[in-house]
């Protein structure tokens, strides 16, 4: 199943960007899909993550308050959109796809991601 990120770029502190995952090959919308973002010299972790049935949600709550994650089923797409961005927001960003029991679980646990997309970089500086 390919997903496709992109809509990362450099952006000056303070300004908003939005990301965009598109996935093709599904049959249905019962998977979830999450983005997850690697900074540099850290390992990824999940960002926000989405049921595509019901449009369920999990944030990391670091994040919760600056980040929304949206679904277009019409157009199989994804968004993320981080506003007031940070420089520690700097990363590459990654969606993927799988089929949690538990939603939190795609945004916790990385093994239950079947599917990954390349990465989309963030640059923000201040």
């Known amino acids: 199943v390919p997903l496709q990120a992109c809509g990362g770029g450099w952006v000056q502190a303070g300004r908003s960007l939005r990301l965009s995952c598109t996935a093709s090959?599904?049959?249905?919308?019962?998977?979830?899909i999450g983005w997850y973002r690697r900074a540099p010299g850290k390992d990824r972790q999940g960002v926000a993550v989405?049921?595509?049935?019901?449009?369920?949600?999990e944030y990391l709550h670091t994040v919760k308050d600056r980040i929304t994650i949206s679904r277009d089923n019409a157009k199989n797409t994804v968004y993320l959109l981080i506003n007031n961005l940070k420089p520690e927001d700097t990363a590459e960003y990654y969606c993927?796809?799988?089929?949690?029991?538990?939603?939190?679980?795609?945004?916790?646990?990385?093994?239950?991601?079947?599917?990954w997309g390349q990465g989309t970089l963030v640059t923000v500086s201040s």
């Open positions: 989405i049921n595509m049935r019901d449009g369920a949600t």
């Open positions: 090959g599904f049959t249905s919308d019962d998977h979830a």
């Open positions: 993927g796809a799988g089929w949690p029991k538990v939603l939190v679980l795609l945004l916790l646990r990385l093994q239950t991601v079947n599917y």
